[in-house]
């Protein structure tokens, strides 16, 4: 008698196991999975139709269309030249050459000021997020007048720029970008540094530990994966940027690749399988930042959600 109770208790479990799992399937759920499915799509399709495009000859576009079978095949002279007629390497350079300080810089400059806003027992650090995070309020473009006259009026040292002013130089949108960059990691590494434990200052303190130590020998090792995440994030927004290196830059030479594939486009205004074939190429180095800092980036999303 015990022995069949149990059976038909386990029978029940399992019928109600399976129950639960056939009504699992919700409609929301569904909703949400074809919503990311559709954005997906989305996103992938234009990369995707890019990558067609820039694989097709000139001639065989020209003659079917661009939304056509690949009559004529496929081929990389597209990409040949790109690269040597449109000098992506040189300006791929002179993208590195921005992006990279500009990284470091913003990195460094937001973890000092964030340490100090929210470990340093300083009168008025609030007002001090406030004003490192309201310079994110305004849009560039309503700046752009006052800032075009000030890089017009402030004069750099030759080995700075060849031009003599902090307009159309490298220098000038390093500055810039470190500018506009700024508050916003300020806020992000603030927030993340209120997590970390007030206990392993105190220990610190007891050590000798000074000013300079606490933060740079236990709260930058600390604040590591918030330090992946947003020198990926300053990577990518800095190394595409367009409008200043637009606005900031007259010399066709000095610009970045993302400004120069606008000068591309004038250059081979028929041939827009070299342009595709020349953005894909400038897309590369973000791409190649994202994979290194992937583990770094991902695991800091989350930025302090499992500390304290």
């Not at 992938?44 to 079978?69: D, E, H, N, W």
């Not at 997020?129 to 560039?140: H, K, M, S």
């Amino acid at each position: 008698m015990t022995t069949l109770s149990s059976t038909q208790a386990s029978a029940a479990a399992r019928s109600s196991s399976g129950k639960r799992r056939a009504g699992g399937v919700r409609p929301g759920r569904i909703a949400a999975h074809t919503f990311m499915i559709i954005m997906a799509v989305a996103w992938i399709l234009p990369l995707l139709f890019a990558l067609y495009i820039s694989l097709r000859p000139i001639s065989s576009t020209a003659k079917y269309g661009y939304v056509s079978l690949p009559i004529g095949g496929l081929t990389f002279a597209n990409y040949v030249a790109a690269w040597s007629q449109g000098e992506i390497g040189h300006y791929l350079i002179n993208s590195a050459i921005i992006t990279i300080p500009a990284v470091i810089i913003t990195l460094l400059f937001a973890s000092a000021v964030g340490f100090v806003v929210a470990q340093v027992k300083l009168r008025g650090r609030l007002v001090l997020l406030i004003i490192f995070t309201a310079g994110n309020l305004l849009p560039q473009q309503a700046l752009i007048t006052p800032l075009y006259r000030i890089f017009l009026s402030i004069p750099l040292p030759s080995w700075l720029s060849s031009s003599g002013l902090m307009y159309d130089s490298l220098f000038g949108l390093i500055v810039i970008n470190v500018t506009f960059q700024l508050g916003f990691c300020v806020f992000v590494l603030s927030n993340y540094m209120t997590t970390i434990p007030g206990d392993i200052y105190e220990a610190a303190l007891v050590d000798g530990a000074g000013l300079w130590t606490r933060f740079w020998s236990i709260t930058l090792p600390i604040c590591r994966p918030a330090l992946a995440a947003l020198g990926t994030l300053l990577t990518i927004w800095i190394y595409n940027d367009f409008f200043w290196a637009t606005v900031l830059m007259s010399t066709g030479s000095k610009r970045p690749i993302t400004s120069a594939l606008n000068n591309l486009q004038g250059q081979f205004v028929s041939n827009q399988n070299v342009i595709a074939a020349a953005a894909l190429i400038a897309a590369v180095p973000t791409l190649i930042v994202y994979l290194v800092l992937q583990r770094q980036f991902v695991a800091g999303l989350a930025l302090g959600a499992t500390k304290g």
